[in-house]
């Protein structure tokens, strides 16, 4: 049974938008409502000596979550949930179908890990699973009486998508489902209308499913920085024209900074050029798009000029003619807003000098 809700919880909802997504980096809040399903659940009382189901409605579940994203697809969140429902009927083996009324509700924080899929759509799948402790308040009105609140270990396991919102940078809407099972039984005081003496009411695995919608929003979510405006040259009065530097592009796939088949080609001819040349010094520029956070793409730009400047060494360029550098996610080739994933300014420009 837990391995086919394990799989269910695999499968994502799908919304037909589209947008530009950006990896969560850093602090987050997140709120979401939804409905909740309560399975039906194992009972055993002691007064008529014995068991069955109980059945319930479905019923809201909402949650609160303050998590960290570490940039790298990877998000850690603490969640705090309410998930509410009402009793419906208790199904007494032997004995035959009760109706009855009552509220259940589960309350309680949960420890979450989660990831989401590094994909180019505009929909950005996620999963997750966490552990934490519940606590299940249970009410029944009669005929059968029992009422208090206990405690349960519980984990549960998440599928969702996010929608980034690209007018408010790090704001994105999610749609979620989360399977949660609380593993520990429950035990009530319970009495029945007529019965001379009061008994037991327990109650064991309580697995519960929730659909939910919600926003999240990036907390200290700066904007991209706008390219910087090139410096003006000062005129040279009877100076012979400088002989133009030599560029090489080289490009890269989204949030990658290992080299393509194309990449290695482009960089060894800037290497044997730089040999037949009267080089002095090679510039080697890393650059990245907006699709990130300047931290971020600052550190992911170096990465890239790093790179390609190993590979240089490789191709037979001394280490001491090199100057690798990152400027992130400015000096755009293509002008861009911010989220935007342009290819042309994924890239690392070699300049021989």
């Known amino acids: 049974m837990k391995l086919r809700l394990a799989l269910a919880a695999a499968t994502c909802l799908a919304l037909p938008l589209a947008a530009h997504a950006q990896p969560v980096t850093g602090?987050?809040?997140s709120l979401e409502g939804g409905v909740d399903f309560l399975m039906p659940v194992n009972f055993s009382e002691t007064l008529g000596g014995g068991g069955g189901k109980a059945q319930y409605r479905p019923g809201y579940a909402g949650e609160v979550s303050l998590g960290y994203g570490l940039g790298n697809g990877i998000r850690v969140q603490l969640s705090g949930d309410d998930l509410h429902t009402t009793l419906h009927a208790f199904d007494v083996s032997g004995y035959g179908h009760y109706r009855l009324s009552g509220t259940h509700s589960t309350f309680g924080p949960m420890l979450d890990v989660l990831y989401d899929f590094p994909v180019n759509f505009p929909l950005v799948p996620y999963v997750g699973a966490g552990a934490g402790y519940q606590w299940?308040?249970?009410?029944?009105?009669?005929p059968i009486f029992a009422s208090g609140t206990k405690a349960s270990f519980?984990?549960?396991?998440i599928a969702g998508v996010s929608y980034p919102?690209?007018?408010?940078?790090?704001?994105?809407?999610t749609a979620e489902y989360t399977f949660t099972d609380l593993v520990s039984n429950t035990k009530y005081g319970e009495s029945i209308t007529g019965a001379p003496y009061a008994g037991t009411l327990k109650f064991g695995d309580q697995m519960t499913n929730s659909v939910m919608l919600g926003v999240r929003y990036?907390?200290?979510n700066a904007p991209a920085e706008a390219p910087a405006p090139a410096p003006e040259a000062a005129p040279v009065a009877a100076a012979p024209a400088p002989v133009p530097?030599?560029?090489?592009?080289?490009?890269?796939?989204?949030?990658?900074?290992n080299l393509t088949p194309r990449a290695t080609q482009i960089i060894a001819q800037a290497a044997s050029d730089s040999k037949t040349q009267s080089t002095t010094t090679i510039d080697v520029n890393g650059y990245t798009d907006t699709s990130g956070t300047p931290v971020y793409n600052q550190g992911l730009s170096i990465r890239r000029a790093k790179a390609v400047a190993a590979q240089l060494v490789t191709d037979g360029v001394p280490a001491s003619e090199i100057t690798a550098q990152g400027f992130g996610d400015t000096n755009l080739l293509v002008a861009t807003g911010p989220g935007v994933r342009e290819?042309?300014?994924r890239r690392v420009e070699i300049v021989l000098n």
């Open 218 to 220: 990036q907390l200290f």
């Open 136 to 142: 299940v308040q249970s009410v029944n009105n009669g």
């Open 343 to 345: 290819p042309q300014n």
């Open 165 to 173: 919102i690209a007018a408010v940078p790090g704001l994105a809407v």
């Open 154 to 157: 519980a984990y549960n396991l």
């Open 245 to 257: 530097a030599k560029t090489y592009l080289v490009f890269f796939d989204w949030d990658k900074y």
């Open 27 to 29: 602090p987050y809040v």
